[in-house]
């Protein structure tokens, strides 16, 4: 379609084609982003008079991603719409243009960087095993998986001859714990005799009192066939029964999940996070230790709070064990990261489980080691980890959760092993966070082996039952972004492999289960009976009191609002850019302060390069700007109970909270300070912009257009000057937002629920994809392991 309609285009409108194509040619780039595509198309139709806007031609461009320009040719990467991509290229001075497949667009980005024509070049193709796998159809139906495969498969799967109802039978009879049998036991043997027991059951339940305890129930039903699990009491088992009666009935999705979300199949879960320092005080801040931390300690307590409510529900008395396998550092810089076993505050059996990472020798590695040279470590990890799990779960667990790249790498090899369920969580990849992280991997390898990380992801991915996400667009971006996972779709690293087909975007597996705030930390600044005042005075030090060692700026009119950030002092956070649109408006300057919480104000406290850097850069700005007396610099990591009572205190001021990200994969501070009440500033690169609706629950800001950001928090200052009424709205709609959208609740619910759902399917059908993994199995083996190898130790 487009084809003939650009045709047509480029026959009638020749010379203002060439124009605009030779225009691109001329910027003497090879590689124009999409930002670039865009200003060009912009500035070329300024300064011509053409009939180009509203074209065919100006809609592939504003729709390219990216173009790769040697001339004659331009290459384009064209985004229609959310995950949908084709690859185009000109001939500039012939006018002549064609529709190329990926590989042909790949390779010529490649020749790009390496010079010449490569004689060959392995592609990683993932699509030919999934031909026969359901997908997903629809753009708005990506990361609802689960609501798929139950659509779906169970209408295939209880189609007369698939035997779906035998399958399920088998499914009812493998549950088990620790020897004692669930659900039903080896008596029913066929479907026919499961229906006649059901009917018997209901029979005979029908005259008991619908509070009576399974106990006093277990021996009729045990000799039907019934074993544990069905319920605590009589109404519940009797529900839970009829939903199976309706299955084999009439079988569908709504009444299928509702009856899985009841199997007790999850007593025993290992989440597994190597890298950074994962402990639960004074970690955060400490190098490669923030959110992730934060996301994990409050999705164990969540989730074992809904384990619990569950196996009571299924009239079990089990408890249920978590363990978060992280590393050992023997060097723990006062934290507790040398101990084995931890329990974690808040559960009754939830621990963190450290296993040191090992030289080639068995000698434990005693240093903190960056998140992007854990690569060797982690085979090694992964077999010493899976004793310890078995040894300290008297078992194996029911499902392995991974986080991150190197997680996720070792949950793949954990639940290979182990025949287990495997569930990703990438927290943030970093392939979309830098610039050309694939093309010129080489340059940058000596620091940061992406790589070897973007192998591990392929290989994790892929591998993995089902992943969650924090947002959509951490899947498939927006109308005009690409997500994180869909930039896995294709991409080369030149000179290793060109991947064509890595990951797609529509398969089943994603699902999109955000994290929320802590609400006992983290609640309205208007629930004065909680609210900590014993740290107020603490609180009015920090942001108000002289400067010290680990400050920087004393606020002299004390009575403006406060605008406060606070992350890691990382590039990617740009607190420093914040720092410099801060520095160059006076209107901001006049309306509030700035509280900057981030990194050491020393740049000798840190042992980290870019957090140094960054540091430096802070200090410059501050002397270049004069900002000492509007800007307050607290350099140190707050505790959480601390940072809680920070956001309310700052909302009592009417202040706001600004996240300035170049890119922010989720963002937990948005959301604890939208819960606290605190309007919000966030950057529109990932989580933010979708967690805030612009101008309703905040404001999303684009932090490479500073000044207008600057300009935005201003006039927002200004007018609740005017108005506070409209800083109370604005707040009200923040806590509103996160209550309908981010909370640990309703996060472990559908966790839970999601889990058996995958686990079914892998049991009854062939979801486990072997051929995949035979695949996989081999680029582990020829890829990864001997690029992990390289990475010194
Ligand atoms: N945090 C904190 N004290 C600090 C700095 C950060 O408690 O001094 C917490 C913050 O409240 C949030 C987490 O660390 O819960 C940072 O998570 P986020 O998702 O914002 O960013 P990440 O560090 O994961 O990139
Ligand atoms: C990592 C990040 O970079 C953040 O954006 C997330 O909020 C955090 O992990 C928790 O998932």
Redesign the pocket.
């Known amino acids: 379609m487009i084809s003939k309609e650009l045709e047509r285009y480029l026959v009638d409108h020749r010379d203002d084609a060439y124009l605009l194509l030779r225009h691109f040619l001329s910027l003497g780039r090879p590689f124009l982003l999409h930002s670039d595509l865009q200003d060009g198309l912009d500035a070329f139709c300024r300064e011509h008079e053409t009939a180009i806007p509203g074209s065919v031609l100006a809609d592939i461009i504003r729709a390219s991603q990216e173009a790769v320009v040697d001339a004659p040719w331009l290459y384009l990467a064209v985004r229609p719409q959310v995950a949908r991509w084709y690859y185009l290229r000109f001939h500039v001075e012939q006018r002549a243009f064609e529709t190329i497949p990926v590989a042909e667009f790949l390779a010529f980005k490649e020749r790009q960087v390496e010079g010449g024509e490569s004689t060959w070049t392995l592609e990683v193709d993932l699509e030919p095993f999934n031909r026969e796998f359901p997908r997903l159809h629809q753009p708005r139906s990506i990361g609802r998986g689960v609501k798929f495969l139950n659509r779906h498969l169970s209408s295939r799967l209880f189609r007369s001859h698939q035997g779906g109802d035998r399958r399920l039978l088998g499914f009812l009879r493998v549950h088990q714990y620790q020897g004692q049998q669930l659900m039903l036991s080896q008596r029913i043997g066929s479907v026919k005799r499961l229906r006649l027991a059901l009917r018997r059951a209901e029979e005979y339940l029908s005259g008991q009192p619908a509070d009576t305890e399974w106990n006093a129930v277990s021996a009729a039903l045990e000799t039907l066939g019934f074993m544990p699990g069905w319920g605590r009491t009589v109404s519940r088992i009797r529900s839970t029964m009829q939903l199976l009666a309706d299955i084999l009935e009439a079988p569908d999705p709504v009444t299928l999940e509702q009856f899985l979300a009841r199997i007790p199949m999850i007593f025993r879960l290992a989440i597994i996070s190597p890298h950074g320092f994962f402990g639960q005080s004074n970690v955060l801040g400490l190098p490669d230790t923030?959110?992730?931390v934060?996301?994990i300690l409050d999705q164990v307590r969540a989730l074992e709070k809904e384990m619990r409510r569950r196996i009571h529900e299924q009239g079990l008395d089990i408890a249920p064990r978590i363990l978060v396998v992280t590393r050992l550092i023997p060097e723990a810089r006062g934290t507790t990261c040398d101990q084995r076993l931890e329990s974690i505050a808040g559960t009754e059996h939830a621990a963190i489980l450290r296993v040191p990472f090992r030289s080639a020798g068995g000698e434990v590695v005693r240093h903190w080691i960056s998140r992007f040279e854990v690569w060797p470590y982690l085979e090694g990890f992964a077999v010493e980890a899976g004793k310890e799990l078995m040894t300290e779960l008297d078992g194996r667990p029911d499902l392995v959760i991974g986080n991150y790249s190197d997680g996720n790498l070792v949950a793949t090899l954990l639940a290979q092993k182990l025949q287990v369920t495997q569930c990703n969580i990438a927290?943030?990849l970093e392939k979309t966070k830098y610039l050309y992280s694939d093309l010129f991997w080489r340059e940058n390898d000596a620091q940061y082996h992406f790589a070897t990380q973007f192998t591990a992801d392929l290989i994790a991915m892929n591998a993995a039952d089902f992943i969650i996400t924090?947002t959509y667009q951490e899947i498939a971006g927006r109308d005009d972004g690409v997500g994180q996972y869909e930039s896995y779709q294709s991409f080369t690293l030149p000179g290793l492999y060109r991947v064509v087909n890595g990951i797609d975007v529509f398969d089943p597996k994603f699902n999109i289960i955000s994290?929320g705030a802590d609400s006992e930390v983290y609640f309205p600044y208007t629930e004065t009976g909680r609210r900590l005042t014993a740290l107020h005075e603490e609180l009015e030090q920090l942001v108000f009191g002289p400067a010290g060692n680990d400050s920087r700026g004393e606020l002299a009119d004390r009575d403006k609002p406060l605008l406060f950030t606070m992350a890691r002092l990382d590039k990617i956070k740009n607190i420093t850019g914040l720092v410099a649109w801060y520095g160059r408006s006076q209107a901001l300057r006049k309306a509030a302060n700035l509280l900057v919480i981030a990194g050491h104000v020393g740049v000798e406290q840190s042992d980290d390069r870019e957090e140094q850097q960054q540091i430096e850069r802070m200090h410059g700005l501050m002397d270049e700007y004069g900002l000492d007396g509007e800007l307050r610099w607290v350099g140190t990591h707050l505790e959480k109970g601390m940072a809680g009572e920070l956001y309310r205190f700052i909302a009592d001021r009417h202040g706001a909270f600004v996240q300035p990200a170049l890119f922010?994969?989720?963002?937990?501070t948005v959301i604890e300070a939208m819960s606290s009440g605190l309007p919000v500033f966030a950057t529109l690169y990932?989580?933010p912009q979708e967690i805030i609706e612009d101008g309703v629950s905040g404001f999303h800001i684009d932090p490479n257009h500073g000044e207008d950001a600057a300009v935005r928090m201003a006039a927002f200052f200004e007018r609740c000057q005017q108005d506070p009424a409209y800083w109370e709205q604005i707040s009200r709609n923040a806590i509103a937002r996160v209550e309908e959208r981010y909370t640990w609740k309703r996060y472990a619910e559908r966790l839970m629920t999601l889990s058996r759902c995958y686990g079914f399917w892998r049991y009854v059908t062939d979801l486990e994809r072997k051929e995949t993994r035979r695949y996989l199995e081999m680029f582990y083996g020829l890829q990864f392991r001997p690029l992990a190898s390289k990475i010194p130790c």
């Open positions: 923030g959110g992730q934060v996301y927290h943030a924090s994290p922010e994969a989720f963002g937990l990932g989580g």
